[in-house]
């Protein structure tokens, strides 16, 4: 059964050459960014899971107005003006 699905699946490529490429290039490229999006996923989900009590960790995030870039920072940052 699987053979003869095999077999009529393989004349069809051949016989639809464009169509078949087409059908693959999208089904490469889908395949693809799936896994992209999945290993990026993962990436950001694991930040910071070492500690012991991640759960209660917090980002602080300073906004600088003449530049359109946003800072992850702590109280103690060193380019931070003193008052």
Known sequence: MFR???AIAFRLLLRHKLHSLISLCSLT???TCFAAISLFVAHELSYDRYHQRAESLYRL???IH???TD???GPGAPW???R
């Open 80 to 82: 931070r003006k003193k």
């Open 71 to 73: 800072w992850a920072c």
């Open 66 to 68: 003449h530049t359109s």
């Open 4 to 6: 003869n699905n095999l």
């Open 61 to 63: 995030v300073f906004h």
């Open 29 to 31: 490229l889908g395949i």
